[in-house]
């Protein structure tokens, strides 16, 4: 079966591999630091790191989260290939995983094939994550977390990436801290 849902990424990536995107600047190539875009409202990008971090905002319960998640994802054409309960695979094995913890896969079969078409390798960054965690807050009470791996951010590990994987990377990341934002939010 996972077999199958790759094959079926990868034929999808394929099909959708002509989609054409805007291009950056010719003068902002390679100069400008290549980030995604926050939306108002939204902390800006700490560009040291590959994580963006989100807390759920008050009233908004972990069930809201995945809610928002999979109905703001599917509407903006992503997949949800799979997911990974690391904290019930942690009580299956006898610890507490102290709260939520998961990982959500997520894949926009266009823009990943833009990047990985110019750049195999990327695969190991395929397909993007967004995690749901709890953690201590100050007053040591569980308070619920989304974080983005950034796919900028993993750009950088790609000698000389062609301008067609900076845009793609870029547009990826921009949609994806869309996707968390609202789903920090609850909105569907």
């Not at 959500?104 to 990985?116: D, K, V």
Request: overall charge neutral.
């Amino acid at each position: 079966m996972r077999n199958f849902i790759l094959m079926l990424c990868l034929l999808m990536m394929a099909a959708c591999a002509s989609t054409q995107r805007q291009p950056l600047a010719p003068e902002l190539i390679g100069k400008a630091e290549l980030i995604g875009k926050v939306s108002a409202g939204m902390p800006a990008i700490d560009t040291t790191t590959s994580i963006y971090e989100l807390p759920v905002q008050a009233g908004v319960t972990y069930q809201d989260v995945v809610d928002s998640l999979k109905s703001v994802s599917e509407g903006l054409n992503f997949v949800n290939p799979a997911n990974f309960p690391i904290g019930e695979h942690l009580k299956k094995r006898g610890i507490d995983p102290q709260g939520v913890k998961e990982v959500h896969s997520f894949c926009s079969l266009s823009l990943g094939a833009e990047i990985m078409l110019d750049h195999p390798e990327f695969l190991v960054f395929a397909p993007c994550r967004i995690a749901i965690y709890e953690k201590p807050d100050a007053q040591q009470k569980l308070k619920l977390f989304i974080a983005l791996a950034r796919p900028t951010f993993d750009l950088k590990s790609i000698k000389n990436p062609t301008a067609r994987a900076q845009i793609a990377a870029q547009e990826l990341e921009t949609i994806l801290l869309t996707i968390m934002y609202k789903a920090s939010k609850g909105d569907l």
